[in-house]
């Protein structure tokens, strides 16, 4: 079955510091892997979005790594802000799947002052 | 407009009654999906659209269920006989193509509480 785990499922920092979430998935054959920042009463946005030949892809203060071999992604936060308290959802596409992309239940960061 | 809107924002309704919410894709997007988010849950996928037609049903979990979209633009999703397991967050994606290969752009949700 396609899968798409997160973990921690929360977790709280101090403003400034740094966070790696990470995202391990079953999805096969695979096709792309997105991270998404979900604000609290709002939808997902998109951060980063990454095929199989991706290993690295940065957008400002996210990096997000993908091992398509271990089936394995993380997302770090460089110098946490305030604003970064959301849930950070992990999606995997299934190739072929025309759209039916598969969530992670996401990891609640908040950032603490 | 700017992005994809949803209405209503929330929405209360008792056990048993109909309810219909309705989704505004960006202009242009072909593609527009429904997705549900129970409490705690991951995002749940129910319908596509491309254009008009729904290819993919699959993600229907009941026939109460239901989805139209007309004229390639705005789509409503339709619940009969709302039941409390109901209750969640629904949210509407567009995107220019199929989202496999497309970003998704999500709507800010409708809450449905079921009574």
């Known amino acids: 079955k396609n899968q798409v785990e997160q973990s921690p499922q929360s977790l709280i920092i101090l403003e400034g510091k740094n966070c790696t979430l990470q995202?391990?998935?079953?999805?096969?054959?695979?096709?792309?892997l997105r991270w998404y920042k979900q604000d609290t009463g709002r939808g997902p946005v998109s951060l980063t979005i990454m095929t199989f030949s991706e290993n690295t892809k940065s957008n400002g203060r996210y990096t997000a790594t993908l091992d398509a071999d271990t089936k394995q992604s993380s997302l770090h936060i460089t110098a946490s802000q305030l604003s970064d308290s959301a849930s950070y959802i992990c999606v995997v596409s299934e190739r072929g799947s025309q759209g039916n992309l598969i969530f992670g239940k996401g990891t609640k960061l908040s950032v603490k002052p | 407009g700017a992005g994809v809107s949803q209405s209503p924002s929330n929405k209360v309704t008792e056990k048993g009654k109909d309810v219909e919410l309705r989704c505004d894709p960006i202009?242009?997007?072909?593609?527009l999906y429904w997705y549900r988010q129970s409490l705690g849950q991951g995002l749940e996928f129910l319908i596509y659209f491309q254009g008009n037609s729904a290819p993919d049903k699959s993600g229907l979990p009941s026939d109460r269920f239901s989805a139209e979209r007309t004229g390639g633009s705005v789509s409503t999703l339709t619940i009969q006989r709302t039941q409390q397991e109901d209750s969640a967050v629904y949210l509407c994606?567009?995107?220019?193509?199929?989202?496999?290969?497309?970003?998704?752009?999500f709507g800010p949700g409708t809450r449905l509480t079921v009574l």
């Open positions: 995202c391990n998935y079953t999805v096969s054959p695979f096709s792309n």
């Open positions: 994606a567009s995107s220019v193509g199929l989202a496999e290969y497309n970003e998704q752009f």
């Open positions: 202009s242009g997007h072909t593609a």
